[in-house]
């Protein structure tokens, strides 16, 4: 582009600026820094915290919780961030598949940035039980990205969180208690957390040592009566006892226990807006077994797999060894959706598509189960 001299009142001055063009474009350069420049740039260093990517994790300590529960502790490659409730997925390759699960984070957020995170598991499922019989230290797995929004959101959420946890959905409040204590979230937690007995109970002592005027911890067992614990179920009449004024609920554990608290909630007129629950993997459908044939379309690959109509076709294409994306295994992200080439298929509850995927016929293999053979292209992982 040719420059553009600025119109001077006489003429010849802008032949002396012209003349003393080069001469100070050399003064500013001597005077200039020796120091060479920055090969990283903090605004690129942040982003890279915030947005890691797929990394590995050397699994570096494991703790029985509970009968059927362990805490593994990873050390990252890179450290992140996350919020306080989200979740991450945890991958390896086990035999001929390439697996992964969601679980949610159970230490605090400020253990990421020093390159450490934990998740706690219950021995549930396929990959769990890998984890409980056959992961030991030293073992190197793949962590992806913090996801999911099951935090506390200062927008939207009022300034009393309501806990309520079963089983193992203890674990995101129990990284939310530890955000609080540490000053990183600025709310009062209040936490109902039921099991069957007191030995089921996970991060117990952990728990009472957090307890404050910002949290508080109330266990309640459905199967036996103990000085200290409230007996039953989670319900209204909890609620009323320890809690009042303006508060979100966030529920995190079994489907029963949704279906129970959600009928009790509505007793207490609490807006729908205020009521936060973390969804479920999907699993087996209760269905007449039934073998189809997928074809999978990935990059320039073609694949003919089995599968069955019991499984999600998520789980189909894992078993046969092929590498496909997969984050909340809920349907709810739209991290694994594929394009429809042709067949019929079932959404497990609610089809929590976006409008567009639906009309312009996409899926979530995570949550979708075969009908017939079918026809699909699935983004490269």
Known sequence: ????????????????????????????????????????????????????????????????????????????????????????T??????????????A????????????????????????????????????????DPSGDFCYEPIKDAKQIVAIAGGSGITPFYSMAQAVTAGTDEYTLTIFYGAKTEDEIIFKKELDALVSDKIKVIYVLSDEEKEGYEHGFIGAELLRKYVSGDYTVMMCGPAAMYAFAEKELASLNIPLRRIKKEANCVGMRDAEKKLYTLTVHIGFDTYTIPADSRETILVAMERAGLKVPS????????????KLLSGKFSIAGADKRRLADAKFGYLHPCCSYPDSDMELIVPKA
């Open 90 to 103: 945890l991958g390896c390759k086990i035999g001929n598949s390439e697996v992964s699960r969601p679980y």
């Open 327 to 338: 984050k909340c295994r809920a349907g709810g992200c739209g991290f694994c959706h594929s």
């Open 105 to 144: 984070i159970s230490s605090a957020p400020q253990e990421a940035l020093k390159k450490r995170v934990s998740l706690t598991v219950k021995k549930s499922g396929f990959f769990s039980g890998y984890l409980f019989d056959h992961a030991k230290t030293g073992d190197v797995f793949a962590l992806g």
């Open 1 to 88: 582009m040719a420059f553009t001299f600025k119109k001077q009142i006489f003429g010849f001055m802008d032949l002396l600026r012209f003349k003393k063009l080069v001469p100070n474009r050399r003064k500013m350069l001597a005077e200039g820094s020796s120091a060479p420049l920055p090969k990283s740039y903090r605004v690129n260093e942040t982003a890279h915290i915030l947005h890691p990517g797929y990394q590995n994790a050397a699994l570096v300590q494991i703790e029985q919780n509970t009968a059927d529960t362990k805490t593994y502790t990873f050390e990252t490659d890179k450290p992140f961030y996350f919020r306080a409730g989200q979740y991450l």
